[in-house]
């Protein structure tokens, strides 16, 4: 049985998959960051979607990644956990030559 870690490299060869999962990988990790905020705060998700004056639905949606959150609501979501937003910019070369190894 291959195992999806020597499928998903296979897969990275091929152009298409490759930039699907290159445009995906920055929600994937936002997404992930956020989790991590929320659980670093030791706040459920009831208690900080209250700080953020968003409904519990509403969290969900961004903490699973496939809701393309505004910057304003990250900034409601660093008060709330008490936490300091940072945005920064990579080079889409250096990201994709991270996977061509």
């Known amino acids: 049985m291959t195992a999806i870690s020597e499928l998903h490299t296979q897969w990275l060869k091929r152009p298409k ?8 990988q920055a ?5 992930q960051k956020i989790i991590r905020a929320r659980i ?3 706040l459920s998700q009831q208690v900080i979607a209250k700080k953020m004056g968003i409904t519990l639905s509403s969290l969900l949606r ?4 496939s809701y393309r959150t505004s910057i304003n609501t990250l900034i409601k979501l ?5 936490t300091v937003l940072l945005i920064s910019f990579e080079s889409l070369e250096a990201l994709t030559m991270k996977f061509d190894a």
């Open 62 to 65: 961004v903490e699973s990644g």
């Open 40 to 42: 670093n705060s030791g």
């Open 78 to 82: 660093a008060i709330a956990t008490n």
């Open 17 to 24: 998959y490759k930039k699907i999962f290159v445009d995906k």
């Open 27 to 31: 929600e994937h990790e936002l997404a």
